[in-house]
């Protein structure tokens, strides 16, 4: 069952009020469900550091672990060094809080690490994993966790072109045979979503941009304007990337799906196609599933350091929707 993230405070509230608190939670959720919040919140519950100072230099006793290799793995020697401070004493009586974001990242070797001192907690410790795909964490980690799903914070924004992607990825679940040439026709009609969305956002910008300078020309100079006019299409920029951003993780909603229904999980982002999903899981494994999330999480971080739009969608598209 999930649960909206006040609800899933308060129950936590009320377990360290009675000192019931487990040694270790997984708090999973989709993107903008509240994971990080919670984590800040129940971590201030047990260590007292101000909820808004949990990830900062001034937190106490509050050790964090996060994807920061190349690989974007979480490593064995990030494990070892956070073992190594949770042995230490906590001062005060403060409780040695451990936090591991997308802990679905764990390289195979740090797993196995954590997996000890998840079996053998040092004292007065607290270890909260995060994730949004707890499915791709080994049973075994998952076991030695107490879980807490978050439900989304709201449904996916129902913008046009994230509807037209999901009816283009219904068309691709019928198709008998992923070949190249259907991943790269699929690549092509992603970027055109795309430049449908960079259009439609440089006509609303431009013509914002025209009623300014319309109306203000001959009350202020030209330099004025000429800043207006960068603002403008650094705001066009920035409304692109996150309209961009919205079609990947409505990718990641369709494989995420995918990947449950392999597993037998019910819960899905977007039940109005479970058919479709279904039929894929039933096609793929789950290591073939994974293989094409871990892609689309390589698309992400691709896209966000600014490679080469077209040639990393080509690429990753042909990984994804190809056999």
């Given at each position: 069952m999930a649960?909206s993230?006040m609800?899933?405070?308060e129950y ?8 019931r ?6 708090i999973s959720?989709?993107?903008g ?9 129940l ?8 909820a ?6 001034k937190?106490?006793?509050?050790f ?8 974007r ?7 070892r ?7 230490m004493r906590?001062?005060?009586g403060?409780r ?12 195979a070797?740090a ?5 000890k001192?998840l079996e053998?907690?040092?004292k007065?410790?607290?270890l909260?994993?995060?994730?949004a ?8 980690i998952?076991?030695?966790c107490i879980?807490?799903q978050?439900?989304p914070?709201?449904?996916l924004?129902?913008k046009e ?9 219904q ?6 045979s ?6 790269y026709?699929?690549a092509q009609?992603?970027?055109?979503l795309?430049?449908?969305v ?8 431009d ?8 109306r203000?020309?001959n ?5 004025w304007?000429?800043e207006r006019e ?10 692109y990337?996150q309209r961009?951003a919205g079609l990947?993780?409505a990718?990641?909603a369709?494989?995420t ?7 037998g999980?019910a819960?899905?982002?977007l039940?109005?196609?479970r ?6 899981a ?5 290591a073939?599933?994974?293989k094409?999330i871990?892609c689309?999480?390589e698309l ?10 077209a040639l990393?969608?080509?690429v990753?598209?042909l990984?994804?929707f190809?056999t």
């Amino acid at each position: 069952m999930a649960f909206s993230r006040m609800t899933a405070l308060e129950y936590l509230r009320r377990a360290h009020e009675h000192n019931r608190l487990a040694h270790a939670y997984l708090i999973s959720g989709p993107p903008g469900s509240g994971k990080q919040q919670l984590a800040a919140d129940l971590a201030s519950l047990a260590n007292g550091t101000p909820a808004n100072d949990v990830f900062s230099a001034k937190a106490r006793e509050i050790f964090v672990a996060r994807p920061e290799s190349k690989s974007r793995r979480i490593v064995i020697e990030q494990i070892r060094d956070l073992e190594h401070a949770l042995q230490m004493r906590a001062s005060n009586g403060r409780r040695k809080v451990a936090i591991i974001f997308d802990a679905d990242r764990l390289q195979a070797q740090a797993g196995n690490a954590f997996l000890k001192t998840l079996e053998e907690p040092p004292k007065d410790s607290l270890l909260l994993l995060l994730s949004a795909l707890p499915e791709a964490l080994p049973e075994t980690i998952l076991s030695r966790c107490i879980s807490i799903q978050l439900a989304p914070s709201g449904q996916l924004q129902n913008k046009e072109e994230e509807e037209e992607l999901v009816k283009l990825l219904q068309q691709a679940s019928r198709e008998q045979s992923w070949t190249i040439q259907f991943a790269y026709r699929l690549a092509q009609e992603f970027q055109r979503l795309l430049r449908a969305v960079r259009e439609e956002i440089k006509r609303e910008t431009d013509e914002a941009f025209e009623r300014e300078e319309k109306r203000y020309k001959n009350s202020t100079d030209g330099l004025w304007l000429e800043e207006r006019e960068q603002y403008y299409k650094a705001l066009a920029e920035s409304f692109y990337l996150q309209r961009r951003a919205g079609l990947i993780e409505a990718l990641f909603a369709w494989w995420t799906d995918v990947l449950r229904s392999s597993n037998g999980v019910a819960q899905c982002n977007l039940p109005r196609v479970r058919e479709q999903t279904a039929a894929l899981a039933a096609r793929f494994s789950s290591a073939e599933i994974l293989k094409r999330i871990r892609c689309l999480e390589e698309l992400r971080d691709q896209l966000g350091r600014n490679i080469q739009e077209a040639l990393a969608i080509e690429v990753a598209f042909l990984t994804i929707f190809s056999t």
